[in-house]
């Protein structure tokens, strides 16, 4: 990946956002990205995705929209690729879908979206075609069952989709701890390519369990609400951020959340949502320099722990 800190101010400037990356050390300057690779292909992206629940669910109005599609023209420009949506957030996937086919660039990012149904087989499938078509794609990069409902059922239909071609990878989804027990199950019996789930220094309970596991099983891990849901930024409001924090080139609350995430070794790729372009830049910004050691990690717990 070529895009470096120098680039990354380059494309931000003008805005609030190049003044939280300048912040960080002459020493970060050229590095690249940071990359994961899916653990059943070795594929590597970005380790730093966008999400899409609330942020991408607006009306046709272009006011609403051209936010939206100013994120989606940096994330892109700055090498992001992993994209997450599911066809129950409002209007989030044909949202997104009309403002990537705008732009030209929907077959860079890497589609990633669900089966959200529990109305059986056939509306499963139609879910999947209806997301192929409002991204004008002919393949979906990844298909995950959505917080497991008939987990069965459509994991057969991503299968299937999968051997025929049009779909690159299988996956299930939670963000809720009640539906860990189910999860392990899943995850010790199923073949699985990704495992999507909630973890964030707000909500630890992911490490005790289920990231091993994923790891032991080859399953990628894609880490969704890594803001709890934005409520972190209400623990940490009015704090500054301590010295110690630029040992790694973190440069804002909002990297210091991601970076203990990326930090944790069975993570993939991270999505935070925002419809707001400097927070877009800002939380690309965690992807450069380096990442907490576990002492450090525990460190941040301290600190949160403290301020909650
Ligand atoms: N079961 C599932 O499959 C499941 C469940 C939950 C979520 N997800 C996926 O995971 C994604 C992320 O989770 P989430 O959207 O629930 O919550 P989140 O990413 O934890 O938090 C999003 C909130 O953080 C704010 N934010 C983002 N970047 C910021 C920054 N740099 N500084 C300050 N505020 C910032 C956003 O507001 P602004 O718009 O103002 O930036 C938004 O209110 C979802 O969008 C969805 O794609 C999947």
Redesign the pocket.
Known sequence: MKISRREMLRISAGTGAALLLSELPACVRDQPLLMRAVPSSGEEFPAVGL?????FSVGPSAEERAPLREVLRLFHEMGGRFF???PT?GTSEGVAGQLVQELGIQDDLFFAT?ISTGGGRQAGIDQQEASLQSWGRDTIDLN?V??LRDVEVHLRTIRQAKEEGRTRYVGV????TRGYEQMERVLRTEELDFV?I?Y?LGEREAAELLLPLAQDRGIGVVV???????R??GVTSGQELPEWTAEFDCA???QFFLKYILAHPAVTVV??????P???I??MGAGLGRLPDERTRTRMEDLFDGLA
């Open positions: 999400g899409s629940a609330r942020t997450d949506t599911a957030y669900k995950q959505h917080n989804t939670t963000s809720f999507q909630n964030s969704n609400e890594p803001y709890n849901v934005g972190l930024f804002s609350w909002g999505i935070p949502a925002t419809g707001d400097e927070h877009l800002d939380n």
